[in-house]
């Protein structure tokens, strides 16, 4: 691809690859693109570069230029250069052209130094030839090193395709036939292709962590909600992706990160708490952004959303507040008419909040009925979106709601993890921690934290809840120990309920854990273990926090402290990497430690 306005189009259809052919003599050379372009490829699409016979140093400088997560090699490249890229941490796609004579015995030396290798028609111009070679000759392979199949493939000879019965067959590459000048791609019949492809894609998709086009994650998500509300959800899920990816909201997104909010929040290690773990502990300082926590990351992206939307009135729910105040925040920041629903126990609890929100120029309704808590206040700001359909966008504050919701927070505050990447990398040499810990009340800051790990498996993920009192106490917010499958706030997800089905009442010390469900995606990530759950209590945070104030000077929220107490309950075999979580600062927590120090 090199055409900024096709490579949008294209980012749409959600392919699993992107190639970037960075070698002159290719009519598909990528000359001058812009950096930013490549770089804006939402991370779950690998960015790929495709070189033949260039430097190593070359293509690693490459690498870090354009943040590539796959290379292709279409040269006589030997094993060792594979390797040496491979070693950067990158996909390594090694091809070749295969006729009736190819000896597949060639492909020995390469089995520990690339990924995947790629089948494509021989010719003297490196691949985009557009013609196809005897696929039966792959009978002659051997290994079970999966590989791409390439080399003139079209709507034509799909079918065919699909009748390989092989399962080591793992990607197809679809090219010249489906392009309408070189490195122009026709989006259509693409859109055509894959929906055709799909199928046979199925068991790689269940495997996927990321949302499908339905909005679910395996058996979660959706969106459950009033047929009353379903024209301002359906238009936000027509329209989020395209106004989110376009160039002007990226850099208009980048920039208020950057100047308003303070990021990149720095990567620090953490050396007395390392020394007294026996690991290299780093926290991802999310207690530095502007408004002390990763909520402001998800109300920057939703505002500049709204304002795309044509939306004049901003509506928020608030439990503690911080989400609240994040809103009245941006809603300052942009002159938008603020309005956040709160319960009036919580107005009570939360002055400070209240105050702030009330001096952005924010309203703040009570909401009086039920418990009046954080569910009654959703409920206040779900029966105000109905009743004002056109000017109005609702702002939810985490990874929970209606399809697109989930999906779209979780895109905003998966900037968390990218930084931690390349953060990492600066300081150790790898993208690749060996632990990364959040804590999760609707689960936004440890999505964000998981985000760009996701399909690395090796990466261990751990999502900490907050116990309360203790898991069987009955005054708990440990939502996947206690809770099962069911529906709350617009999607299906794992909640705390009763044996009928009434949504409990959770408890935790900490506003911002004290939910009784997790997001859809987290329902997904727990159900196919490829995160851990656990929980720590009240009392366990509360020394979490202190200690992380005497060692390093760091007063961490209540929330952020839970995922730091785990650290006191895992067992390190010396030198790995660990990457917690700092989702907030503790000044809003201090009349809290207060109590509990006797300070
Ligand atoms: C709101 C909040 C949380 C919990 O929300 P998630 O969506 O689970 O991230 C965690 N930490 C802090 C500091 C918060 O303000």
Not at 367 to 382: F, H, P, R
Not at 530 to 552: K, N
Request: charged share 25%.
């Amino acid at each position: 691809m090199k055409y900024p306005d096709n490579i949008r189009d294209l980012v749409l259809l959600n392919p699993d690859y992107i190639g970037f052919i960075f070698y002159d003599k290719s009519k598909r050379f990528v000359a001058e693109i812009d950096e930013q372009t490549i770089k804006d490829i939402p991370s779950c699409i690998k960015k790929t570069g495709v070189f033949v016979d260039e430097n190593a140093s070359v293509i690693l400088d490459y690498i870090k230029k354009y943040h590539l997560q796959a290379v292709q090699l279409h040269g006589s490249e030997t094993s060792d250069t594979c390797l040496k890229i491979a070693e950067s941490g990158v996909e390594v796609i090694k091809a070749f052209g295969v006729d009736e004579a190819f000896d597949f015995n060639q492909l020995l030396p390469y089995l520990d130094s690339v990924n995947y290798f790629l089948f494509d028609t021989k010719t003297k111009a490196h691949g985009g030839s557009g013609l196809t070679f005897n696929w039966q000759v792959l009978e002659k392979y051997t290994f079970s090193k999966p590989y791409f199949l390439s080399g003139g493939l079209g709507l034509e000879n799909l079918d065919k395709v699909l009748a390989i019965n092989d399962d080591r067959l793992y990607a197809v590459d679809l090219n010249s036939c489906f392009e309408s000048e070189p490195a122009k791609k026709d989006i259509e019949k693409l859109k055509l292709a894959i929906n055709k492809l799909r199928p046979i894609l199925k068991e790689t998709e269940s495997m996927s962590y990321n949302v499908n086009e339905k909005g679910y994650y395996g058996d979660f998500g959706g969106a459950y909600i009033p047929e009353m509300l379903y024209p301002n959800v359906e238009h936000l899920r027509k329209e989020y992706l395209k106004i989110i990816y376009e160039p002007k909201f990226q850099e208009e997104f980048n920039q208020l990160l950057k100047d308003y909010v303070g990021r990149p929040s720095p990567l620090f290690l953490a050396e007395r708490l390392s020394a007294k773990y026996g690991a290299k502990i780093y926290l991802k300082r999310e207690d530095l952004n502007h408004t002390g926590a990763h909520k402001i990351n998800n109300t920057i992206g939703q505002i500049l959303l709204a304002e795309r939307l044509g939306k004049k009135r901003i509506i928020a729910e608030t439990g503690a507040g911080q989400h609240g105040v994040a809103t009245a925040t941006v809603c300052a920041l942009k002159g938008l008419e603020c309005v956040v629903y709160m319960g009036e126990i919580d107005i009570e609890r939360q002055a400070p909040n209240v105050a702030r929100m009330k001096m952005m120029g924010a309203t703040v309704v009570p909401a009086i009925s039920g418990s009046k808590t954080l569910k009654d206040a959703t409920n206040e700001a779900m029966r105000d979106w109905i009743n004002n359909p056109e000017d109005t966008h609702y702002i939810i504050g985490s990874v929970v709601g209606p399809h697109p919701y989930p999906d779209m927070v979780a895109r905003f505050q998966s900037i968390i993890s990218e930084e931690t990447k390349w953060q990492l990398k600066e300081k150790t040499g790898s993208e690749y921690p060996d632990y990364v810990l959040a804590c999760v009340g609707g689960g936004s800051n440890a999505i964000g934290m998981f985000y760009n790990f996701l399909d690395d498996e090796h990466v261990k993920l751990i999502a900490v809840e907050a116990a309360g009192l203790g898991v069987d106490s009955g005054e708990s917010a440990a939502t996947t120990a206690l809770g099962r499958e069911g529906v709350l706030h617009g999607s299906r997800s794992i909640l705390m309920q009763t044996e009928d089905g009434q949504v409990t009442e959770p408890y935790s010390i900490s506003a911002g854990l004290d939910y009784p469900g997790i997001g859809p995606q987290h329902a997904h990530l727990f159900k196919t273990k490829r995160a851990q759950y656990v929980s720590i209590t009240d009392q366990e945070s509360l020394d979490a926090g202190l200690l992380l104030a005497q060692t390093e000077g760091i007063i961490p929220a209540i929330e952020s402290a839970h995922a730091l107490a785990y650290l006191e309950k895992m067992k390190f075999k010396g030198n790995e990497t660990v990457v917690v979580c700092l989702s907030g600062r503790g000044d809003k927590d201090l009349a809290t430690y207060m109590k509990y120090f006797n300070l």
